[in-house]
């Protein structure tokens, strides 16, 4: 069993200006590669194409790697939702249409005084 020389690269290697490109000699720099786990001689080629990392839907790339997010509290469709009909927002109860007093914005709870409603979101 032949033994290749171990040649490890970073996934930043590409976008560097020092990378060769060759399968034996990672760049001019470090020709077998950086030892840790970031180069310190890592520098971004202006010509290089942009990465484009896939990012599953909750999850995002952080430093290179895959991260989940943690759970939204609110879909993307709920907080469009929340946005038009809270009184947060609209200053009106969403479900009698009571219009709360000019300074809404600065109130932490929205209980309708007219039909009860009662702000279960915050
Ligand atoms: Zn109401």
Redesign the pocket.
Same mark, same amino acid.
């Given at each position: 069993m032949i033994k290749s020389r171990a040649i490890r690269k970073l996934p930043e290697c590409d976008r560097c200006r020092f990378y060769s490109g060759s399968p034996f000699i990672v760049c001019a720099i470090l020709p077998a590669g950086p030892v840790g786990a970031e180069c310190p001689h890592f520098a971004p080629d202006p010509n290089a194409e942009p990465v484009e990392l896939w990012e599953p839907e909750g999850a995002t790339y952080y430093n290179g790697e895959l991260v989940l997010q943690p759970p939204q509290r609110w879909s993307r469709e709920q907080q469009l939702e929340l946005l038009d009909t809270h009184p947060m927002f609209t200053g009106k =109860? &969403?479900? %009698? +249409?009571?219009i709360f007093e000019r300074d809404y914005s600065a109130r932490v709870h929205y209980d =309708? &005084?007219? %039909? +009860?409603?009662m702000d279960d979101s915050v």
């Open positions: =109860c &969403p479900s %009698c +249409g009571y =309708c &005084p007219e %039909c +009860g409603w």
